[in-house]
Nanobody, 129 residues
Framework: EVQLVESGGALVQAGGSLRLSCAGF????????IGWFRQAPGKEREGVSC????????YYSDSVKGRFTISSDNAKKTVYLQMNSLKPDDTAVYYC??????????????????????WGQGTQVTVSS
């Protein structure tokens, strides 16, 4: 079965760190860009970071640049999101999603949520002040 499974969400104090994991099953991770998105209550889904595990292309949103680091372990078919210096505004459900690197959208560097076909179930991150 083709699926993505996130883990690692938790309750953490402001200034703390968490590492989220996104494990891929049933497909070749090298042929996909994996994105992390988040959605807070009452807000639209927001792109956080994205990585092409094949060539190492990485994107970050301005809101997390310098605090979050995305990485991948292709042997484990897992993408990680290391989140440091967490703020209460980072509180959200975090989702990972997969987009084929052969899509036209990826060629032009797009990583909008609508470009992604496969989504995980999400993991809750709560940052207390």
């Amino acid at each position: 079965e083709v699926q993505l499974v996130e883990s690692g969400g938790a309750l953490v104090q402001a200034g703390g760190s968490l590492r989220l994991s996104c494990a891929g099953f049933g497909f070749n991770l090298d042929e996909y860009a994996i994105g992390w998105f988040r959605q807070a209550p009452g807000k639209e889904r927001e792109g956080v970071s994205c990585i092409s595990t094949g060539d190492g292309t990485i994107y970050y949103s301005d809101s997390v640049k310098g605090r979050f680091t995305i990485s991948s372990d292709n042997a484990k078919k897992t993408v990680y999101l290391q989140m440091n210096s967490l703020k209460p505004d980072d509180t959200a459900v975090y989702y990972c999603a997969a987009q084929s690197i052969y899509r036209a959208s990826w060629f032009i560097g797009s990583w909008e949520s609508t470009d992604f076909d496969l989504w995980g179930q999400g993991t809750q991150v709560t940052v207390s002040s």
